[in-house]
Nanobody, 114 residues
Framework: VQLQASGGGLVQAGGSLRVSCKARGINFRLYTVNWYRQPPEKQREWVAN???????NYADAVKGRFTVSRDNVYRMAYLQMDRLKPEDTAVYYCKIQHSGADFWGQGTLVTVSS
């Protein structure tokens, strides 16, 4: 199983950014995709997920601003981030749990300037 995250960058507060996660080596459509982030010098925290049925769940800190989606044909998951705030600055990771093990993407850095 391989996950590759991409799409991070520098954006001004109030702006938007989309990060992507490409999966290889699994029947992607069967799995929930979780998004996490790790702000500088802080613990990694859960952000959102999208289930195999397309159900979306969000942490309170991002609800109403972030949207998760997926494209099972291309084995992609997306995290659309709108109305970004400086406190959203973090390395963003995608994760899939497969056969009892967690598989993480390498992370992509999102920096929101004030």
């Amino acid at each position: 199983v391989q996950l590759q995250a991409s799409g991070g960058g520098l954006v001004q507060a109030g702006g938007s950014l989309r990060v992507s996660c490409k999966a290889r080596g699994i029947n992607f459509r069967l799995y929930t995709v979780n998004w996490y982030r790790q702000p500088p010098e802080k613990q990694r925290e859960w952000v959102a997920n999208i289930t195999s049925d397309g159900e979306q769940n969000y942490a309170d800190a991002v609800k109403g601003r972030f949207t998760v989606s997926r494209d099972n044909v291309y084995r992609m998951a997306y995290l659309q981030m709108d109305r970004l705030k400086p406190e959203d600055t973090a390395v963003y990771y995608c994760k899939i749990q497969h056969s009892g093990a967690d598989f993480w993407g390498q992370g992509t850095l999102v920096t929101v300037s004030s």
